[in-house]
Each structure stands twice: as C-alpha cells, then as structure tokens.
Nanobody, 123 residues
C-alpha cells in the first residue's frame, strides 16, 4: 500500500507561481511513475505531468509544456510540480498519483492517488 500526501495549493493571480509537493510512504518499491492530474468542476480528470522514478524521463501535457516543471527527490520520496505563468484555465483540483507502469497519461494506470489540492488562479 502506498499513501500520498499533497501540499502547496492555494490562490494565486494570473502570471504567478505555485509549487505543489507530494510525499509518498508505504510500499513504494513497485512505483515506476509519479504523476500529476487535475480536474476542474464539470470536467474529466486530465493528465498534467509525469516523471519516471528510476530514470530521467519527464512528460507534459501540451497545455502546460513550457510553464510547468515536474521534479523528484528520491531520498525524500517526494515529487514536485513547479507551476509558473499560471492562467485562469489552470484552476482545478490537482491530484498526485503513483503507478507501477503502463501508459503514463492514462489515469487507470495509476494505482494510488492523493486527496487533491485546490489551485485557484484569479484574474
């Protein structure tokens, strides 16, 4: 079992920045991908970014590429999402996820999820 704890959400003006953190505990040895998804009211959960745990690969949705950066600290078992140049359309609940493999942008391939943290971008 893997437990994920998210932090860092909040209210920010358009053009501002936030950094989300997700710390994992439990049986993390089987985790291959760590990822971030987001869900706005009335919309489906969508892929934001992912990072491989044993390699250096990173992946981004086109909508955030060039603005968001995913990174990791293996010693702390923590993944981060640095969000810069935030836009109103980035407003959503952001979820941290962990999985053992598969296509990284499919939510069904992630076995564990955090509770989510609200990110609100005001204009």
């Amino acid at each position: 079992q893997v437990q994920l704890v998210e932090s860092g959400g909040g209210l920010v003006q358009a053009g501002g920045s936030l950094r989300l953190s997700c710390a994992a505990s439990g049986r993390t040895s089987s985790v291959y991908y760590r990822g971030w998804f987001r869900q706005a009211p009335g919309k489906e959960r969508e892929f934001v970014a992912a990072i491989s745990w044993t390699g250096t690969s990173t992946y981004y949705a086109d909508s955030v590429k060039g603005r968001f950066t995913i990174s990791r600290d293996n010693a702390k078992n923590t993944v981060y999402l640095q969000m810069n140049s935030l836009k109103a359309e980035d407003t959503a609940v952001y979820y941290c996820a962990a999985g053992g493999g598969g296509v990284y942008y499919y939510p069904s391939n992630y076995n564990y999820w955090g509770q989510g943290t609200q990110v609100t971008v005001s204009s």
